[in-house]
Each structure stands twice: as structure tokens, then as C-alpha cells.
């Protein structure tokens, strides 16, 4: 069983710039694809960026794609999701997921944590 944990959520203005970050225990974190998911009021959940292995294979949603950069430490088995350029419509709960690598299903997802960005 997978336990994550993300923190670094918050308050910022528009054009502003986030890091979260999301802890993994439990399992083999070297094992996980690990990805960020948001969901925004009244939305769905929506995938925003991947990490199976290394930055190398990363993949990005459009919509962030040039703006927010997805990395991982295997060392301390934490998952880092740097965003910048921020705007009202990033505005969501923000999720970790891990899933082991090539199973492309995530099994284990964290409490969220709520990302508010201000016009």
C-alpha cells in the first residue's frame, strides 16, 4: 500500500509561481509512475503532468505544458510539481497519483491540496 502525502498549496497571484510537493511511503517509489491530477469546482478531474522513470519521459496536459515542470527524487521518494506563470484558471485541487510503471492506471492518490490563484 502507497501513502501520499502533498503539501505546498496555496494562495498566489496571477503570474505567480507554486512548488508542490508529494511524499510517498510504503512501496518501492523507484517502481511508481507518479503523476498530478486538479480537479476545479464543478469540473472534473483532469490530468495535468507524468513522471514514469525521469524527466526524459515526462508528459504535460496542453494546458500547462511550458509552464510547469513535473520532477521526482528518488532518494527521498518525493514527487515535485513546479508551476509557473500561473492563472485564475489553474485554480483546483491538485492530486498525486502513483501507479506502478507501465500499468497507465493509478492506484494510489493523495488528500489533494488546494491551489487558489488570484486575478
Known amino acids: 500500500q502507497v501513502h501520499l502525502v502533498e503539501s505546498g498549496g496555496g494562495l498566489v497571484q496571477a503570474g505567480g509561481s507554486l512548488r508542490l510537493s508529494c511524499a510517498a511511503s510504503?512501496?518501492?517509489?523507484?517502481?511508481?509512475?507518479m503523476a498530478w491530477f486538479r480537479q476545479a469546482p464543478g469540473k472534473e478531474r483532469e490530468f495535468v503532468a507524468r513522471i514514469p522513470w525521469s524527466a526524459a519521459a515526462a508528459t504535460y496536459a496542453n494546458s500547462v505544458k511550458g509552464r510547469y515542470t513535473i520532477s521526482r527524487n528518488n532518494l527521498e521518494n518525493t514527487v515535485y510539481l513546479q508551476m509557473a506563470s500561473l492563472k485564475p484558471e489553474d485554480t483546483a485541487v491538485y492530486y498525486c497519483?502513483?501507479?506502478?510503471?507501465?500499468?497507465?492506471?493509478?492506484?494510489?492518490w493523495g488528500q489533494g491540496t488546494q491551489v487558489t490563484v488570484s486575478s
Open positions: 510504503g512501496g518501492t517509489f523507484s517502481d511508481l509512475d
Open positions: 497519483a502513483a501507479g506502478l510503471i507501465g500499468a497507465l492506471t493509478y492506484d494510489y
